[in-house]
């Protein structure tokens, strides 16, 4: 609307302006940096379609959450590569498997780092699904019960909070009640609430070894035309006990976000994803588009649509960023 005395603005928009209207703050203590630890000792290995993020052995990890901490990146997610992989995934709650050692480790070397698991079982299984598989096809009951185990197993070996992300139905209750009945009333959930069936994943798929060996992931991930399906799944979570509710990926997904931040008075988590990241990467090693102003402008509309944290492969880049 125009008004009859209108006058064009002229502001002078210097940084101490910009500043001073800026509606929008990225902190490094709100991002959770994705870690992937594998078996073996003294390694670290580039993961080829993520530059700059590496597969490392668990007595890595202290320097890693050294390094992690001095950025003020307080928050780790971690990701296992199992020595073995079977159709049962039973690497995922084995009391020594390499996520319960990992765990350990940061405890005893880092102790004021959140250490955040993800728990589902893809990384552990031959097949590649999230889940048991009976006829070829995930069966969701089967599967809560192992799920609750490796959030279990989780919380037995030091996790401040369980992630899970294989999308079966009820999953979040099963893992509540489990914690809950053996005292571990204190570890809060994050659910992947809202995670659609994305090709954005391929590079995760490779970095953990994890790409189903036949049909895909979309009997029980979100069809990316949904949008009020994303309100039903976090519903579910909520009323199920979730304490952060988590939408995946990002970029394509900032409705998705908005809508959520919206309906639900809990914190929002957004994972900006590893195909999300390598698209950035891949531009900017090219000379197509500044890397360090496409991430930073990234993140910061992830957060301006409505999300309190954000999974990124970036929290280390950004926070030397935000600290300059
Ligand atoms: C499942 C899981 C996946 C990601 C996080 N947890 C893979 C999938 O759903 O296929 C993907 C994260 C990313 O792409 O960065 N354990």
């Given at each position: 609307m125009i008004f009859p005395e209108y006058r064009p603005r002229r502001l002078r928009r210097n940084e101490s302006f910009r500043a001073l209207i800026r509606e929008t703050h990225l902190s490094a203590a709100q991002l959770i940096y994705p870690l992937f630890v594998m078996p073996g000792k003294g390694k670290k290995e580039q993961i080829s379609s993520m530059p700059g993020v590496f597969r490392i052995t668990v007595d890595q990890l202290g320097k890693e959450a050294r390094e992690c901490l001095d950025l003020g990146v307080n928050s780790v997610i971690l990701f296992g590569l199992p020595a073995k992989k079977d159709p049962m995934g039973s690497?995922?709650?084995?009391?020594?498997g390499i996520i319960q050692q990992a765990i350990k480790e940061l405890k005893n070397k880092a102790p004021e780092l959140l250490v955040f698991t993800d728990v589902c079982l893809c990384e552990y299984t031959s097949h590649g699904h999230c889940g048991i598989l009976i006829n070829e096809q995930v069966d969701n009951d089967s599967t809560l019960e192992v799920l609750a185990s490796t959030a279990l197993s989780h919380a037995r070996a030091g996790a401040d909070m369980v992630a899970p992300?294989?999308?079966?139905?009820?999953r979040v209750g099963e893992i509540r009640a489990i914690l809950d009945d053996n005292n571990f009333q204190h570890v809060p959930i994050m659910s992947y609430a809202v995670k659609y069936a994305s090709a954005f994943y391929g590079p995760f798929r490779d970095a953990a070894d994890c790409?189903?060996?036949?049909?895909?992931?979309r009997g029980y991930q979100m069809d990316p035309a949904n949008a009020v399906e994303a309100l039903r799944e976090a519903t579910l979570d909520v009323e199920e006990g979730a304490d952060i509710l988590m939408v995946k990926p990002a970029v394509a997904y900032l409705d998705i976000i908005h809508r959520l931040r919206a309906e639900f008075d809990l914190p929002i988590a957004a994972y900006h994803v590893s195909g999300e990241y390598a698209m950035i990467k891949a531009a900017g090693a090219n000379g197509w588009i500044d890397e360090e102003r496409v991430m930073q402008e990234t993140l910061l509309s992830i957060k301006r649509a409505g999300a309190d944290i954000i999974l990124t492969y970036f929290a280390k880049d950004m926070a030397r960023l935000l600290r300059k």
């Open positions: 690497g995922a709650h084995a009391k020594d992300s294989d999308m079966m139905d009820g790409a189903p060996q036949h049909g895909d992931r």
